[in-house]
């Protein structure tokens, strides 16, 4: 057994290699719930352990949509996580960076235990290595979810909402193309690990429906099998909160995350081969809490209700019904000119001097635009009563908590010329951009979904949006967060000059 005993990973350390060289070892340890029906792919934690001899830091992504809150993994795991590690690693807890990808993967439920695991491994695979950074070009997969409409209000493309009229869809948001690489060679030259950083909500599925690690899945076993063998590729959620896979609304054709992964993952690899790696022992990690004031939308619920309320209100009586409104609308579009009868039998009547088809079509055509209306309206009501549902739950929980604010922890990493931020929430594209904009830093990365889950974090301009979309409406935070937060990261990347 390879017993280092780690008591002490900093005193083995010391023993084996030089202080001035960066070392690093990673393992990956299956989490696939196998219970929980077949997995078309497994899903991972991956670790990678990083030390100079005196810092030492670990990087774990983990295939799940987040760290604690929602889906699988419990709200104890990263303590639990992070208190192993500390106990028989001897790394400090605070240098622990967990990543969720926020695939919508179901991961087995001792997922702490066997994360600490595939961190166990990698501190007892430490080899010397050398570094690179680079970044990588993706525009093809995903796009920002969020719609900008002509009444100034935005929605999302979202499996809860349908999409509203086209004629009321004004414009789109931004995405982030930026693939931010980390590159670790192995003093031979072989690749070790690859930590790639990129934004967007892993979330299309296979097309058996099965159990997924989904496009960033794809997008690692692509990457770690065109490297040297045994090199992990390590998936780093950026921020991600706006940003969809591309058709994402797709009803013509099998939902499949491969083919958007293999994408991903060979501009990944592009970038890749552009690094050249050398020895650069820079490790800095910076381990911060803020304070974010919390959102208290007891107002904005009391608007909803009475837009909700309206709405019910406007809803009119329908000559027609689903039955007779759909052959309707086919035979109103396929022929607009004459579309209750051949053309000739209009021309006879018009001969004729009558208008008997012509006045049918004029009252068909009014039912059928009151009961386009009923639907809109309908259309409207369920996406409101979605984002209500949201706005409802939050508001308790703030009541519940009976604190104003909220603690969030935000880590600053420097490995190399590799500079990573991490929030525990889901950042909005527009923040990662400006991030990355405002840093002193050329290659300065962003990772949402990091050691907690705080639901989402929209810029202060998308939160004038309340109730309007997912982002504004699955969120604990007030609009002042948003500065409060650009500023500390703006502190913690001096810091880690
Ligand atoms: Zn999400």
Not at 120 to 134: D, F, H, I, R, S
Not at 149 to 178: C, M, Q, T
Request: proline content about 4%; charged content about 25%; glycine content about 6%.
């Amino acid at each position: 057994m390879l017993l280092i005993s780690l008591l002490s990973v900093g005193s083995f350390l010391c023993e084996s290699v030089s202080a001035v060289q960066l070392s690093a070892g990673v393992a990956k340890v299956d989490i696939t719930n196998l219970e929980a029906g077949p997995a078309n792919d497994p899903l991972y934690a991956k670790a990678l352990v990083l030390t100079d001899g005196e810092t030492t830091t670990v990087i774990v992504t983990v295939d799940a949509v987040a760290i604690g809150e929602i889906g699988y993994i419990k709200n104890d795991y990263l303590d639990k996580v992070r208190e192993q590690i500390d106990k028989e690693l001897n790394i400090n807890p605070a240098n622990v960076m967990i990543n969720a990808s926020h695939c919508h993967g179901v991961v087995c439920s001792d997922v702490a235990e066997r994360t600490f695991k595939a961190v166990k491994q990698a501190a007892q695979n430490l080899v010397p290595v050398t570094v690179g950074v680079g970044t990588g070009h993706e525009d093809r997969i995903m796009e920002n979810r969020r719609l900008k409409l002509e009444n100034g209000k935005e929605i999302d493309v979202r499996h809860a909402y349908s999409l509203p009229p086209e004629e009321e869809v004004a414009g789109v948001g931004p995405i982030d193309p930026e693939i931010g690489v980390l590159r670790l060679d192995r003093i031979d030259g072989r690749t070790l690990a690859v930590v790639y950083n990129f934004a967007c909500h892993p979330i299309e599925g296979v097309p058996t429906g099965e159990n997924s690690a989904d496009i960033v899945g794809f997008s690692s076993k692509v990457i770690e099998e065109n490297l040297s063998d045994g090199t992990m590729a390590l998936f780093v959620q950026g921020c991600a909160g706006d940003i969809n896979p591309a058709f994402y609304k797709d009803v013509n054709r099998p939902r499949d995350a491969e083919p958007l992964g293999n994408l991903l993952g060979l501009s990944t690899l592009k970038a890749v081969r552009k690094i050249q790696c050398k020895e650069d022992n820079r490790l800095i990690v910076l381990n911060e809490t803020l304070e974010l004031p919390r959102a208290d939308v007891a107002q904005r619920i009391v608007a909803l209700d009475a837009e909700r309320e309206r709405l019910v209100q406007s809803l009119r009586g329908t000559f027609l019904n689903l039955k007779t409104f759909l052959p309707l609308a086919v035979k109103y579009n396929l022929a607009t000119e004459f579309p209750s009868y051949e053309s000739h039998r209009y021309l006879h009547e018009q001969e004729l001097g009558r208008e008997d088809l012509k006045k049918m079509d004029v009252t068909n055509r009014a039912h059928m635009q009151q009961y386009v209306q009923n639907i809109y309206t309908m259309e409207q009501l369920t996406r409101l009563n979605t984002n209500l549902a949201l706005l409802r739950k939050h508001q308790a929980d703030l009541v519940d908590s009976g604190k104003r604010s909220l603690e969030v922890e935000l880590l600053g990493m420097r490995v190399g010329d590799f500079v990573l931020t991490t929030f525990p929430g889901e950042l909005t594209v527009q923040i990662g951009l400006n991030i990355k904009k405002q840093s002193p830093h050329e290659h300065t990365f962003v990772a949402g979904y990091t050691n907690g889950y705080i639901y989402y974090a929209p810029t202060a301009e998308q939160l004038q949006n309340v109730g309007g979309a997912q982002e504004d409406s699955d969120c604990i935070v007030a609009p002042e967060w948003q500065k409060i937060y650009e500023d500390k990261v703006a502190e913690i990347l001096r810091k880690i000059k």
